[in-house]
C-alpha cells in the first residue's frame, strides 16, 4: 500500500474514533447537566478552539467578511446537529445514532447531488448506485426493527 | 422508532451543514470557517438554551474524573481539520467508509462501556450499511 494512503486511512480511522467517543462525552454531558446547557458548553469549547487556533496562525483580521449570510448557517444547523445526538445517544445508543445519522446523510447528499442543490455539483442517480442505497436502507431498517 | 427518525435526521442536518460549510470554507479557508461555524453555533445556543428554561440554566456539577465529557466541542473541532486534509487527498467517499467504521466499532465498545446492548440486529444493520456504502464507492468509480 502506498505510504500516504496508508497514514490518510490511519487518520481518517482515527477520525472515526474521535466521533464516536466525542457523541459519547457530549451524551454524557447533557445528562449530567441538562441538554441545554450542554450546547452551550459544546460551543463554547469548540468557539475557543477554533479562536485559540486563528490567534496562533494570525488570521484574526476579517473574519466575518465576504460571504454571504446563507453559507454561514451550516453552524446554526449543527446546533440541532448536537441536540439531536445527544438525545438519540440517550435513548438508542452510539451504535445505533451514528450507523442511522449515517444513512439519513448519504440518502440527502445523493438527492442534493441529483437535484443540484445548494451549490452541489449535478450529479443524476445512476443505475449502478441504487443497489447501494437499497442496501443501505435495508441496513437501517433492520436497526430500527431488531436493534 | 421516534429516536430513530430523529438519528435518520440528525444526518440529513449533517449532509445540508456540509455543503454550506464546503461554500463557506471555499471563500473564507478552513480556519475561519470552523469558527465562524461555532461562532453561529453559539448564537443559536445561548437565546435557544435561555428561551427553553425561561431565563433559569441551572448551575453546572461536573466532578473532576468526568471533566473530559467538557472536550466533546474540541474533539469536533479537530475531527473537522482531520477530514480536511484527508478528502481531497484520498476522497470524500473512501474516508467516509474508513470513518465509519471507526465510528460503529469505537461506538458499540462505547455501548458496551456504558451498559447499553448491542443487539444482533444493530450489528447486522451496521454491516449492511457498511456494503451499501462500499457498494456506492465502487459505483462511483465506475
Known amino acids: 500500500m502506498n505510504k500516504n494512503l496508508a497514514k490518510n486511512t490511519a487518520l481518517a480511522l482515527m477520525s472515526g474514533i474521535m466521533i464516536a467517543i466525542m457523541v459519547t462525552a457530549n451524551g454524557m454531558l447533557a445528562e449530567s447537566t441538562s441538554y441545554w446547557i450542554s450546547l452551550i458548553i459544546i460551543h463554547f469549547a469548540g468557539l475557543a478552539t477554533a479562536g485559540i487556533v486563528l490567534i496562533v496562525r494570525k488570521e484574526t483580521r476579517d473574519i466575518f467578511g465576504g460571504i454571504h449570510f446563507v453559507y ?76 | 422508532m421516534l429516536y430513530s427518525f430523529l438519528a435518520l435526521l440528525s444526518g440529513v442536518n449533517v449532509a445540508v451543514s456540509i455543503m454550506l460549510n464546503a461554500r463557506l470554507g471555499a471563500v473564507k479557508g478552513l480556519y475561519k470557517g470552523a469558527f465562524i461555524n461555532y461562532f453561529l453555533g453559539l448564537c443559536v445556543a445561548l437565546p435557544l438554551a435561555l428561551i427553553v428554561t425561561g431565563f433559569r440554566l441551572g448551575s453546572v456539577k461536573i466532578s473532576l474524573s468526568e471533566l473530559f465529557i467538557l472536550t466533546g466541542g474540541s474533539i469536533g473541532y479537530l475531527v473537522v481539520l482531520i477530514n480536511n486534509n484527508i478528502t481531497p487527498k484520498i476522497g470524500i467517499l473512501y474516508v467516509t467508509v474508513i470513518l465509519f467504521i471507526g465510528q460503529i466499532a469505537t461506538g458499540a465498545l462505547m455501548d458496551i462501556l456504558a451498559g447499553e446492548p448491542v443487539s444482533i440486529g444493530k450489528i447486522t444493520g451496521a454491516l449492511l450499511i457498511l456494503a451499501g456504502l462500499i457498494y456506492l464507492v465502487k459505483a462511483e468509480k465506475e
Do not use: D
Open chain 1, 72 to 147: 454561514m448557517l451550516g453552524g446554526a444547523l449543527g446546533v440541532f446537529t448536537i441536540l439531536l445526538n445527544n438525545l438519540c445517544v440517550n435513548n438508542i445508543g452510539v451504535t445505533m445514532t451514528l450507523g442511522l445519522a449515517l444513512v439519513g446523510q448519504i440518502i440527502a447528499s445523493g438527492i442534493a447531488e441529483h437535484f443540484g442543490w445548494l451549490g452541489v455539483h449535478r450529479k443524476k442517480l445512476s443505475f449502478g448506485k441504487i443497489p447501494a442505497y437499497l442496501l443501505m436502507a435495508a441496513g437501517a431498517a433492520v436497526m430500527i426493527v431488531w436493534g
